[in-house]
């Protein structure tokens, strides 16, 4: 299963920041963009996928 880290907007819309293949990695993945000073006030989510990562 692939995990992404994506960006939820207000008005519901989501895009892909990161993919990753185990959610622990994808859950230290927001912990690294709070680290870097990346905006409190946008909601970044963990979301699983059944499609591969592509190459």
């Given at each position: 299963?692939?995990w992404q880290?994506r960006v939820?907007?207000?008005?519901?819309?989501?895009?892909?920041?990161?993919?990753?293949?185990?959610?622990?990695?994808?859950?230290k993945g927001?912990?690294?963009?709070?680290?870097?000073?990346?905006?409190?006030?946008?909601?970044?989510?963990?979301?699983?996928?059944?499609?591969?990562?592509?190459?």
């Amino acid at each position: 299963m692939v995990w992404q880290i994506r960006v939820q907007y207000a008005n519901g819309n989501e895009r892909v920041i990161w993919s990753f293949r185990n959610r622990e990695s994808a859950l230290k993945g927001i912990d690294v963009l709070y680290s870097q000073g990346y905006p409190m006030h946008m909601a970044y989510v963990v979301r699983s996928v059944d499609a591969p990562i592509a190459a």
